[in-house]
């Protein structure tokens, strides 16, 4: 199965709509917590996301099964610090038939090694909440690096979160890549398909030109920002 992840449009709100409808999907992402009940709903997280992308403050995705064009998830660059070559990598879910497919692990392959092979970047950061057991596991097996929990780091509805923070850093990138190409070759995916993948994506780094990173990062048309292929 071929899949791409592009920049989040109105076209692709009924299908992750779909995709979000397990409940579960949204359990920690707090600020949307009950986004999979009501179109309504799913239409303010929808309406967040792009929003915060047309302002240049975030880059948001959808994942799209490229072999029948339905949206499995959706991720963004955020957090976007230009002066320090660093940003972060959150507000990632998939739909519930997408969990363990191989799919997050391809995606964090391809938007890192844009975030240091194209944007400059020195530092991607993680972070989740520190009780989201599952999204720690898929950090820590990058690899990337637990930096320790920020305590009452945000409010939610609830209370307080703890937050757990990962990093890669740019020296550790080689070793975290050859990781993640050796995990996507147990799902048949070769390293040529992933590592050409962003080609059409020629956002110009900012890092080397002074620009700031919200405007280096402006989201081409549907299908040019991140492509993944899984196996038939």
């Known amino acids: 199965m071929s899949s791409s992840s592009s920049n989040r449009s109105p076209e692709h709100e009924e299908g992750l709509f779909t995709a979000g ?6 359990t920690y992402l707090t600020a949307f917590p009950d986004a999979a009940e009501t179109r309504e709903r799913f239409g303010r997280w929808m309406e967040q996301a ?21 949206p499995i998830g959706s991720t963004r660059y955020l957090a976007l610090r230009p002066e320090h070559r660093g940003l972060e990598i959150g507000w990632t879910w998939l739909g519930r038939a997408w969990w ?19 944007l400059g970047c020195e530092r991607v950061e993680l972070k989740t909440d520190a009780r989201n057991a599952r999204s720690r596991a898929a950090m820590e097996a990058l690899p990337a690096q637990f930096e320790g929990i920020h305590r009452r780091h945000m409010k939610i509805p609830n209370g307080w979160r703890d937050t757990a923070w990962y990093s890669v850093i740019a ?6 890549r050859a990781a993640l190409r050796e995990r996507l070759a147990r799902y048949g995916v070769r390293a040529t398909q992933t590592d050409h993948a962003l080609g059409s994506a020629d956002a110009e780094s ?16 549907t299908g040019q920002i991140l492509n993944r292929h899984l196996p038939r």
């Open 171 to 176: 020296p550790e990138w080689p070793a975290v």
């Open 206 to 221: 900012p890092f080397g030109t002074g620009r700031d990173l919200r405007t280096a990062v402006p989201l081409p048309p």
């Open 50 to 70: 792009l929003t915060q992308s047309a302002a240049g403050c975030e880059g948001a995705f959808a994942i799209i099964d490229r072999q029948s064009g339905t």
């Open 21 to 26: 409808q397990d409940p579960g999907v949204w």
């Open 100 to 118: 363990r497919s191989g799919a997050n692990v391809e995606c964090k392959l391809l938007l890192l090694g844009r975030a240091f092979e194209t």
